[in-house]
Nanobody, 123 residues
Framework: QVQLAESGGGLVQAGGSLRLSCAAS????????MGWFRQAPGKEREFVAA???????FYGDSVKGRFTISRDNAKNTVYLQMNSLKSEDTAVYYC?????????????????WGQGTQVTVST
């Protein structure tokens, strides 16, 4: 099993920045691909960003140019730097992990999930 623990959410004004962290523990060799997803009330879970073990990165269209995903393999931790935040970025952000790269944008392909952290962007 893999355990994922997110941190770093909170309340920020529009235009501001936040950095989310996700620490993995347990069978970390199953975290070849790690991703961030978000879910706003009444909406489906949305792909935000993902990163492979060798740091290839992928982004959802709505966050390209504003968000940056990175990972520290020695610490088994993935980060999401969020800049130029907008009200529509408000959501619960989830960290997810899977063993293979493959299709990286589909949440149903990730077996491991964190509890989520709330990000609220005020206008």
């Amino acid at each position: 099993q893999v355990q994922l623990a997110e941190s770093g959410g909170g309340l920020v004004q529009a235009g501001g920045s936040l950095r989310l962290s996700c620490a993995a523990s347990g069978r970390t060799f199953s975290t070849n691909a790690m991703g961030w997803f978000r879910q706003a009330p009444g909406k489906e879970r949305e792909f935000v960003a993902a990163i492979s073990w060798n740091t290839n990165t992928f982004y959802g269209d709505s966050v390209k140019g504003r968000f940056t995903i990175s990972r520290d393999n020695a610490k088994n931790t993935v980060y999401l730097q969020m800049n130029s935040l907008k009200s529509e970025d408000t959501a619960v952000y989830y960290c997810a992990a899977k063993a293979s790269i493959g299709v990286i944008t589909a949440p149903e392909l990730y077996p491991y999930w964190g509890q989520g952290t709330q990000v609220t962007v005020s206008t």
